[in-house]
C-alpha cells in the first residue's frame, strides 16, 4: 500500500490544504478607479468549509499616520474558495482630501471567525482618483 497525502489527511482534505489554510491571495477588480465605481475586491481562501462566512474589511492608508482610516465591512460566503464583494467607492474622509495628493489608497483585510487572517502588506492598493485625471498641455 502506498502512502499518499490524500490517504494520510482522509476526510478533512489534503496535507497541502491543512499547511495552506488561510487567505492565500487578496484582489480587486481593477488597480485604479474614479469616485463612485463599482469595485469587486475577493479572497482566495484554503482549508474551510465553503459557505463560511467572511468578513472585508476595508480601510483608506493614511500613509504616515499611525491608524488608517476605516472605509466599511463587507460580508461574503466562501464559494470554490473565494470570498468576493461588490463595492461602489463612496465614502466619507475624516481627513482633508487636499492633503491625500489627488487619490486614496484602499486596502481590505479578511476576518475569518472573529480573527483577522491577512495583513495590510498582502493586499494590493486600490487607488481611488478625487479629480478627474490631466493630460498633456
Not at 499611525?66 to 464583494?85: C, N
Not at 475569518?112 to 491577512?118: L, M, N, P, R, Y
Amino acid at each position: 500500500v502506498s502512502v499518499t497525502p490524500k490517504v494520510l489527511a482522509g476526510a478533512q482534505g489534503t496535507i497541502s490544504d491543512q499547511l495552506n489554510a488561510g487567505v492565500i491571495h487578496l484582489y480587486w477588480s481593477r488597480s485604479r478607479c474614479a469616485w463612485g465605481t463599482e469595485v469587486t475586491l475577493g479572497a482566495l481562501i484554503s482549508g474551510y468549509p465553503e459557505g463560511t462566512t467572511v468578513k472585508l474589511i476595508v480601510y483608506e492608508d493614511d500613509g504616515a499616520s499611525e491608524e488608517d482610516d476605516f472605509v466599511t465591512e463587507l460580508e461574503a460566503s466562501l464559494d470554490g474558495g473565494l470570498a468576493t464583494a461588490t463595492y461602489a467607492v463612496d465614502f466619507e474622509d475624516p481627513d482633508d482630501p487636499d492633503a491625500e495628493g489627488g487619490e486614496y489608497e484602499l486596502y481590505f483585510l479578511v476576518e475569518i471567525d472573529g480573527e483577522i487572517a491577512s495583513s495590510k502588506e498582502k493586499c494590493p492598493y486600490l487607488l481611488v482618483d478625487l479629480t478627474l485625471p490631466t493630460f498633456g498641455e
